[in-house]
């Protein structure tokens, strides 16, 4: 193995989960070039933080990025910098600037055409459609027109029907919008939250496509995740999947799944293999999927072009995707495919809440067996970053997270909204 430098932007537990990986593969120590401090990341042995103000802004960023990527080269000489991000904008702005960052760097990531064809929803559904892969009926609302003072939104086609679900079709255009209500995933009801969905978009300058799919029936332990890699050969070398027990329910990170198991999906990991070998792509990607549970049918809802927030369940499955991304880019020698299928408990939330929220019998006692035979991972406990500090982050990260879910999702729905 080569020696290497890992330089992640970005510093939420995401990221964090990615300076494990590494570290715990490699003892490297990640640079995270981040605007804040967030606890994820605060006081760590296996990181070190560099400040970037402009963070949120794309040129910014790179200058950053290529200042950072001179210095580390300079200091040493011969080393490989492999650049990583973990948000559908930072990937966009790092291929964007493909070009001058890799005069510095590894940059592992799809090619702009790729991430462009795969993270519009459209693009995605017809892609999906063609190999075979159900997607939820859908309809996409253009935005671009609505400065005109005539603009009026297109009407709903008459085979949608309430409840629906709306989220930007690109989530790149979406990711740096604030504003009032901002949600990450938006449950409409009836006609008049459509309406006014559309009313507050306009007026926040969002001016792109929302994309609104019929409601997949089904609560948090519905949604499915698929991860996987594709090396510099075209195969996929990594493949990995969990069910998802719990997610965020606060607004900016719905859906973001916190509790998930593990467990070997066939069938889920041909059809993603399917998608990812028709669109000639390259680096991480993950996959969200739902199953609904009359039929038993597996829904694509979307997939990003990028290892995901929870990459780590991976480790729990039974292996660490960064080993699998530098046997690929680093040290040139691609791993053979392998689906990952171990069983593991993933959590980000104190055991006892979640309890509260998994009502099916079989599953809970299946959380069960994995928390009595010690299988059970977080990124966030980890041996080598265990100082009072850090325990004491960990203690208010679990407090936060009773706090969220007591204020935004007290009890557990069928619709998982």
Not at 205 to 222: C, E, I, K, M, Y
Not at 240 to 256: D, F, K, Q
Not at 393 to 414: H, I, M, S, V
């Amino acid at each position: 193995m080569k020696k290497f430098q890992p330089v992640i932007v970005g510093g939420d537990i995401g990221a964090y989960a990615l300076a494990r990986q590494f570290n715990d593969a490699y003892g490297a120590v990640s640079v995270l070039v981040t605007k804040y401090d967030p606890l994820a990341i605060r006081d760590s042995a296996i990181v070190t933080r560099h400040q970037c103000d402009r963070a949120d802004d794309a040129e910014g960023l790179v200058v950053e990025l290529e200042a950072l990527g001179a210095r580390l080269s300079e200091e040493n000489p011969g080393v490989p910098l492999l650049l990583v991000a973990n948000t559908d904008w930072r990937i966009r702005v790092l291929a964007e600037h493909r070009e001058r960052l890799e005069r510095f760097y590894l940059v592992p990531i799809p090619s702009l055409e790729t991430i462009e064809l795969v993270s519009d929803k459209e693009g995605f559904a017809r892609v999906a459609a063609e190999q075979d892969l159900p997607v939820p009926r859908s309809f996409y609302q253009d935005l671009s027109g609505a400065d005109a003072p005539d603009w009026r939104p297109a009407p709903l086609p008459d085979d949608l029907t309430f409840p629906l679900v709306a989220k930007p079709a690109d989530s790149s255009t979406y990711e740096t919008l604030e504003f009032e209500g901002r949600k990450k995933v938006y449950f409409i009801q009836d006609a008049a939250a459509l309406e006014e969905l559309w009313r507050t978009l306009a007026d926040a300058g969002f001016r792109s496509h929302f994309v609104v799919q019929q409601l997949v029936p089904g609560d948090d332990t519905a949604m499915y995740s698929v991860t996987a890699y594709v090396d510099s050969r075209g195969q996929v070398s990594m493949s990995a999947a969990a069910r998802v027990l719990l997610e965020e329910h606060a607004p900016a990170t719905l859906g973001n799944p916190c509790a998930m198991i593990t467990f070997d999906a066939p069938e889920l990991f041909a059809a993603a293999e399917r998608f990812l070998t028709a669109t000639g792509y390259r680096g991480f990607a993950n996959f969200d999927i739902k199953q609904d549970p009359r039929t038993g049918e597996f829904f694509f809802l979307e997939v990003n072009p990028r290892i995901g927030r929870n990459s780590f369940y991976c480790v729990g499955a039974g292996v660490n995707p960064m080993e699998v991304l530098v046997a690929d880019v680093v040290d040139g020698e691609p791993t053979a495919p392998a689906r990952f299928t171990a069983g593991c408990l993933y959590t980000l939330v104190p055991g006892r809440l979640l309890d509260r929220y998994v009502r099916d019998k079989a599953l809970g006692r299946r959380v069960w067996e994995l928390r009595r035979s010690g299988r059970v991972i977080n990124p966030l406990n980890n041996p080598k970053d265990a100082s009072a500090r850090r325990r004491a982050y960990r203690l208010a990260g679990e407090l936060n997270q009773w706090r969220k879910f007591r204020r935004f999702y007290p009890e557990p729905t069928d619709t998982g909204f």
